[in-house]
């Protein structure tokens, strides 16, 4: 009984541990307020919300896998340097092409996307790091 106990215990926090990894409570649980929207386009705006968690909308403008795999990141329009970009980890990868399809280029390029989660910064680049579906929304034309 002690042993079984156990291990469901153990079972329970490796659990809650790797939805702490992928998906940190703010982002999983449902919005109680309305969220900061920047466009991606406003470098500066996205710099300045470092660590907060915000809404990011704009074109998708390309998606570049890595020869290797381990990254793949969705570009957005905007000013080329320093661009807004959003990766996608490998470990998170299978779990948005399920939603999106195999094709990221063509279920994203040119349309409206919002990106949602905590804004990091990574070689002078806004970003947020996407590790659920969930944080990618395609806007339907009449939300435009």
Request: aromatic residues 6%; negative net charge.
């Amino acid at each position: 009984m002690k042993r079984t106990l156990l291990w469901l215990i153990t079972c329970a926090a490796i659990s809650m541990s790797v939805q702490a990894d992928t998906e940190p409570a703010e982002e999983a649980a449902p919005e109680r307020e309305r969220r900061e929207v920047i466009e991606a386009t406003d470098t500066e705006a996205l710099l300045a919300a470092e660590g907060r968690y915000v809404h990011v909308r704009g074109v998708v403008r390309r998606v570049e896998a890595r020869p290797s795999g381990a990254v793949t990141r969705i570009h957005f329009h905007g000013i080329p340097e320093p661009e807004f970009h959003a990766p996608i980890f490998e470990r998170s990868l299978k779990a948005i092409t399920d939603v999106f399809g195999e094709d990221l280029e063509t279920a994203l390029v040119f349309k409206n996307v919002i990106v949602r989660g905590r804004i990091s910064e990574y070689r002078g680049q806004p970003q947020i790091i996407v590790n659920h579906p969930g944080q990618i929304l395609i806007q339907a034309e009449e939300e435009e």
